[in-house]
């Protein structure tokens, strides 16, 4: 028996003693955000203080910190009235960077690196993808993409120290497979991206820390079998009857890993997305959005987990540094609280299976297709562009108060100790049985996510915990269709698209206005824990710091 399980002797759970193990916060390991850029703004930096604090984020990974609005990379100068003058050499200036990674540091996250995409001078094929024109191509000139790895690597070592940049994470690209978009070449042309890229990088230092191949999604098929995508292949996906029959399994990992050990190449850690979605498409060409199952994520990494412990590489780290509920910016059902009911019982399902898995995204602050319309507008963020507080937010705060020893799991929530502080605290939600095993299916509009609502019925959260100080307190908080909900609340209201600032200051308080009640530790050392939870529920129960 472990120190840890030695020091829960007189806890008992249902009567139970309590034995423990591992618990990872794997959701506050990293976090997205949209670009590089956007990290300037004031309201983007206020938001993700907030997210920290409350969430306990310790890493952040976002696109484009060599896009052209970063001016990392140059090769021309000028002034802005008429053409730039062609420098003699290429030239590296990093204070936009620097701001950003600043910033980041000092408010306790390290940068989980994403090294993309081209800048417009080194770029094959220009304007690829997104409002902010993406250059998703590989370079013109290979040694001049290793300079320019190699130039900003040297210059964060300078900047903070050695000892602090091999504690972050470079991740090669950013989804290669989806041609023509984020990658204009083919799946050699990446892997061939990634040996030049980490062969530069551990030159620098061989205990910096970098992995790819951040594909997207895991697929049924054969569409990613080859050089680029065959849609051909996806037919029979689009036409299945039942796709979670189908084998699903991920993009290019297998070949990834197969052609680094061929070529005796580090591979620190794996990385992809994970979406629970597809879009195959069916033999008229057209696009099938396809949702799947509720445990999609799980079974999903717990593949993936196989294949990387059975590989050449059993020990690289497994990075998950994209996951949603679905991959759009404008899906509305990441506003409300049947997301939060979601991401939580997928994050508890997953906690031992990967060493992080990013949500994406933190903040509605976000312009991949341009900024969104209206205050809530399907973003991916745990807050919105004026950064108000989603369900989602409530549910990783709750996520993160847990401790990191796991005493209890159940099909709908867990109870965990803190070996700091011994404090005990658990999560409880409830995803309808009526759901069965259906995931969440994207929604076009606020309406459209609304019948879910009817979904039922409630659930009787019952345990017994014994071993405990009599007198103690405990907070329970609470987020469901009746409290927290402030995508209903500002459906009710209009819904306005420029709410007024009364409107804003009404919907924030709404926003954090969780049903909240104390339980106190009767002389027996026993609390009694009987809450009903109404349907899309998720609740905290902890002790008050």
């Given at each position: 028996?472990?120190?840890?399980?030695?020091?829960?002797?007189?806890?008992?759970?249902?009567?139970?003693?309590?034995?423990?193990?591992?618990?990872?916060?794997?959701?506050?390991?990293?976090?997205?955000?949209?670009?590089?850029?956007?990290?300037?703004?004031?309201?983007?930096?206020?938001?993700?203080?907030?997210?920290?604090?409350?969430?306990?984020?310790?890493?952040?990974?976002?696109?484009?910190?060599?896009?052209?609005?970063?001016?990392?990379?140059?090769?021309?100068?000028?002034?802005?009235?008429?053409?730039?003058?062609?420098?003699?050499?290429?030239?590296?200036?990093?204070?936009?960077?620097?701001?950003?990674?600043?910033?980041?540091?000092?408010?306790?996250?390290?940068?989980?690196?994403?090294?993309?995409?081209?800048?417009?001078?080194?770029?094959?094929?220009?304007?690829?993808?997104?409002?902010?024109?993406?250059?998703?191509?590989?370079?013109?000139?290979?040694?001049?993409?290793?300079?320019?790895?190699?130039?900003?690597?040297?210059?964060?070592?300078?900047?903070?120290?050695?000892?602090?940049?091999?504690?972050?994470?470079?991740?090669?690209?950013?989804?290669?497979?989806?041609?023509?978009?984020?990658?204009?070449?083919?799946?050699?042309?990446?892997?061939?991206?990634?040996?030049?890229?980490?062969?530069?990088?551990?030159?620098?230092?061989?205990?910096?820390?970098?992995?790819?191949?951040?594909?997207?999604?895991?697929?049924?098929?054969?569409?990613?079998?080859?050089?680029?995508?065959?849609?051909?292949?996806?037919?029979?996906?689009?036409?299945?009857?039942?796709?979670?029959?189908?084998?699903?399994?991920?993009?290019?990992?297998?070949?990834?890993?197969?052609?680094?050990?061929?070529?005796?190449?580090?591979?620190?850690?794996?990385?992809?997305?994970?979406?629970?979605?597809?879009?195959?498409?069916?033999?008229?060409?057209?696009?099938?959005?396809?949702?799947?199952?509720?445990?999609?994520?799980?079974?999903?990494?717990?593949?993936?987990r196989e294949l990387v412990g059975s590989s050449a590489y059993p020990d690289a780290e497994i990075h998950i540094t994209e996951w949603s509920?679905?991959?759009?910016?404008?899906?509305?059902?990441?506003?409300?609280?049947?997301?939060?009911?979601?991401?939580t019982r997928s994050y508890l399902q997953c906690a031992t299976l990967a060493d992080s898995i990013s949500y994406w995204t933190f903040t509605?602050?976000?312009?991949?297709?341009?900024?969104?319309?209206?205050?809530?507008?399907?973003?991916?963020?745990?807050?919105?562009?004026?950064?108000?507080?989603?369900?989602?937010?409530?549910?990783?705060?709750?996520?993160?108060?847990?401790?990191?020893?796991?005493?209890?799991?159940?099909?709908?929530?867990?109870?965990?100790?803190?070996?700091?502080?011994?404090?005990?605290?658990?999560?409880?939600?409830?995803?309808?049985?009526?759901?069965?095993?259906?995931?969440?299916?994207?929604?076009?509009?606020?309406?459209?996510?609304?019948?879910?609502?009817?979904?039922?019925?409630?659930?009787?959260?019952?345990?017994?915990?014994?071993?405990?100080?009599?007198?103690?307190?405990?907070?329970?908080?609470?987020?469901?269709?009746?409290?927290?909900?402030?995508?209903?609340?500002?459906?009710?209201?209009?819904?306005?698209?420029?709410?007024?600032?009364?409107?804003?200051?009404?919907?924030?308080?709404?926003?954090?206005?969780?049903?909240?009640?104390?339980?106190?530790?009767?002389?027996?050392?026993?609390?009694?824990?009987?809450?009903?939870?109404?349907?899309?529920?998720?609740?905290?129960?902890?002790?008050?710091?």
């Amino acid at each position: 028996m472990t120190s840890d399980a030695r020091a829960d002797s007189t806890l008992t759970i249902d009567g139970k003693r309590c034995d423990d193990s591992a618990f990872p916060h794997v959701w506050s390991r990293c976090i997205g955000a949209g670009r590089a850029n956007e990290a300037l703004r004031a309201d983007w930096q206020r938001q993700f203080a907030d997210v920290v604090e409350a969430c306990g984020v310790r890493y952040i990974r976002f696109h484009g910190v060599f896009h052209d609005d970063m001016f990392v990379y140059r090769e021309s100068y000028g002034g802005g009235f008429g053409p730039d003058a062609p420098l003699a050499e290429p030239v590296y200036t990093f204070s936009y960077v620097d701001k950003v990674f600043d910033f980041i540091l000092d408010c306790g996250v390290r940068p989980f690196v994403e090294l993309g995409f081209m800048p417009r001078e080194l770029a094959t094929v220009t304007e690829t993808l997104f409002w902010w024109g993406a250059h998703g191509s590989p370079p013109k000139d290979m040694a001049r993409w290793v300079e320019l790895v190699t130039r900003s690597v040297e210059h964060w070592i300078d900047r903070y120290g050695l000892d602090e940049v091999r504690e972050w994470r470079f991740e090669v690209w950013n989804e290669p497979n989806l041609v023509p978009h984020f990658w204009t070449g083919t799946k050699t042309e990446y892997f061939e991206l990634y040996e030049q890229t980490v062969t530069a990088i551990k030159n620098i230092d061989p205990a910096l820390k970098v992995g790819g191949p951040a594909t997207s999604v895991f697929v049924p098929d054969d569409r990613y079998k080859g050089e680029v995508e065959d849609r051909v292949a996806t037919h029979e996906t689009a036409a299945a009857s039942d796709v979670d029959a189908l084998d699903w399994r991920p993009v290019w990992i297998e070949d990834f890993i197969a052609w680094c050990a061929e070529r005796g190449l580090p591979i620190d850690f794996v990385s992809t997305h994970t979406y629970p979605t597809d879009f195959a498409f069916a033999a008229d060409g057209e696009a099938v959005h396809i949702t799947r199952y509720a445990d999609a994520t799980f079974d999903d990494l717990t593949l993936l987990r196989e294949l990387v412990g059975s590989s050449a590489y059993p020990d690289a780290e497994i990075h998950i540094t994209e996951w949603s509920t679905s991959p759009s910016s404008r899906d509305f059902i990441h506003d409300t609280v049947f997301a939060a009911t979601s991401i939580t019982r997928s994050y508890l399902q997953c906690a031992t299976l990967a060493d992080s898995i990013s949500y994406w995204t933190f903040t509605d602050v976000f312009e991949e297709g341009g900024a969104g319309i209206g205050p809530f507008h399907g973003g991916f963020g745990l807050v919105n562009e004026g950064g108000v507080h989603k369900p989602t937010f409530h549910a990783l705060t709750m996520l993160e108060r847990l401790g990191d020893r796991l005493l209890l799991a159940t099909s709908d929530g867990v109870v965990t100790r803190d070996s700091r502080t011994s404090a005990v605290s658990a999560v409880f939600f409830n995803y309808p049985d009526d759901m069965g095993m259906k995931g969440l299916r994207a929604q076009n509009s606020y309406e459209g996510t609304r019948a879910l609502a009817e979904m039922g019925p409630s659930r009787r959260i019952r345990h017994s915990i014994g071993g405990l100080e009599p007198g103690s307190a405990f907070l329970v908080e609470i987020v469901d269709w009746e409290h927290g909900n402030v995508a209903e609340a500002w459906y009710r209201l209009g819904p306005p698209l420029n709410p007024s600032r009364a409107e804003i200051e009404h919907l924030s308080k709404v926003a954090d206005s969780l049903l909240r009640f104390t339980l106190t530790v009767p002389g027996t050392g026993v609390l009694d824990l009987d809450v009903e939870l109404a349907p899309w529920a998720v609740m905290s129960l902890r002790q008050p710091a």
